[in-house]
């Protein structure tokens, strides 16, 4: 067992509470969590993190990971132009070893700022489910179909194929966007969901153009079109929901529906502000994600938990709306649930140890009036001291402990990026 003593802890199980005491993990299991007992067990290591706060790790619930590539490759043009001009096109040229590389350099990024998980949809899963399961992270792949009924087919096999691939791999049932593909297509996800009793996840509202044309072409905005065609029988969710107005909201109420924001992503694209003030209010599920690196461009939970919640205050002209509190709810435990990682949202005994360690004597972080609110409004991915994912210590003091060379990663990055924005 490993011990993890002399912590504040913010176990996030049914409060955000922070209280004095310490964490045993027992391979990827935690063991124990509470104060320090009279009797204490042999232990492999020990570890004095010295007061620092250990919580749970952040969970990237809407990422397209190997994106990465394409960071700063177009900036501050419009988004039409910077997807069919500076993303497709690129995109065709990629190779299954490209995404695996590409993955490696988000997967540096994500463990130096505390994410053990993404939600990804890319292409090539075979090459994403190697890269983040060599580097110890958890991988929860979403299907990304886009066309007609035909291309089911491919989702069913690579639902078939990934869904227990590995410990740390999973597979959601999902399908691009409602404007990329057609009802059949739709209706043959929605039947397959139907059929294993799974759910399904799905770009959606996104940019005002798309919810409008979806209205023009269906009569309904895509959560309610999608909705009447039994697509949610059992859970999912969507990503972005920026155009939801309240019965959207109330469709993913009623099926219980995760709402996936990316505020960095939606506000540097202007594609709007997502009503999270009125989700929260009425009951609505929340998770966060960063969207690729080329739309966004950090893979950072904190800079989506901070524009999380200021964004809510200006937009609702209330410097009370949207308590930050809420989206380091949403950034960890509402992620990872809404990713099926149901085992590692929180620190109990039982639960993966999927955790991290913040430097609470960063002048950033002092005083430490009020924890949680502090971490999402004046917290920053620096503050992360070490991060572990299934019980394992991947990154510690600015180190990666998983074997991951973050040289090799950077020099064979930079060589295939030169080959495909030659
Ligand atoms: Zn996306």
């Known amino acids: 067992m490993i011990r993890y ?44 993190l010295g007061g ?84 110890g992270m958890r991988l929860t792949f979403c299907g990304s179909i886009s066309g007609t009924a035909k291309d089911v087919d491919r989702l069913n096999d690579q639902f078939r194929k990934f869904r227990h691939f590995h410990p740390l791999v999973s597979y959601r049932l999902g399908f691009h966007a409602e404007y990329t593909s057609d009802e059949s297509l739709h209706r043959a996800v929605a039947k397959l969901a139907q059929a294993e009793k799974e759910p399904v996840f799905t770009h ?21 079109y999608l909705d009447s065609l039994g697509l949610w029988e059992y859970g999912g969710g969507g990503f972005h929901c920026v155009w939801f107005d309240e019965a959207d909201r109330a469709v993913f109420k009623k099926k219980g529906l995760w709402f996936v924001s990316c505020p960095c992503s939606n506000a540097k694209l202007a594609s709007g502000i997502a009503p999270l003030t009125e989700c929260a209010e009425e009951g609505v599920q929340l998770a966060l994600g960063t969207d690729g690196a080329a739309s966004n461009n950090g893979l950072d939970p904190f800079r989506e938990m901070y524009l999380g919640t200021v964004l809510q205050k200006l937009r ?70 070490m991060t572990v994912c299934a019980g394992k210590i991947l990154y510690e003091n600015g180190v990666y402990t998983n074997g991951i060379d973050a040289d090799a990663v950077r020099r064979d990055c930079a060589s295939r990026i030169a080959r495909l924005t030659q």
């Open 5 to 48: 003593h002399n912590a504040k802890i913010m176990t996030m199980n049914g409060s955000t509470a922070v209280t004095e005491g310490e964490l045993w993990t027992e391979g990827s299991v935690i063991r124990y969590v509470g104060r320090q007992p009279a009797v204490l067990p042999e232990f492999e290591r020990e570890i004095d």
């Open 52 to 135: 620092n706060l250990l919580m749970p790790s952040f969970k990237n619930a809407h990422t397209h990971s190997a994106m990465t590539f394409l960071r700063s490759f177009a900036e501050d043009v419009p988004l039409q132009t910077w997807l069919f001009e500076k993303v497709f096109p690129y995109e065709d040229r990629l190779t299954p070893d490209d995404v695996y590389a590409f993955d490696r350099l988000a997967i540096l990024e994500y463990l130096a700022s505390g994410t053990t998980a993404a939600f990804d949809m890319y292409f090539f899963p075979e090459a994403s489910a190697a890269a983040f399961s060599e580097a």
């Open 204 to 224: 959606i509202s996104e940019t005002k153009k798309e919810h409008e044309e979806c209205i023009a072409r269906h009569g309904a905005s895509p959560a309610q």
């Open 316 to 385: 609702k002209n209330d410097a009370a709306a949207l308590p930050a509190a809420e989206l380091l709810k949403a950034a960890t435990v509402g992620s990872a649930r809404a990713m099926g990682l149901t085992d590692c949202d929180v620190l109990s005994e039982g639960r993966q140890a999927d955790m991290i360690v913040i430097d609470m004597k960063a002048a950033n972080l002092q005083p430490a009036h009020h924890i949680p609110e502090s971490l999402v409004l004046s917290g920053d991915r620096m503050n992360v001291k």
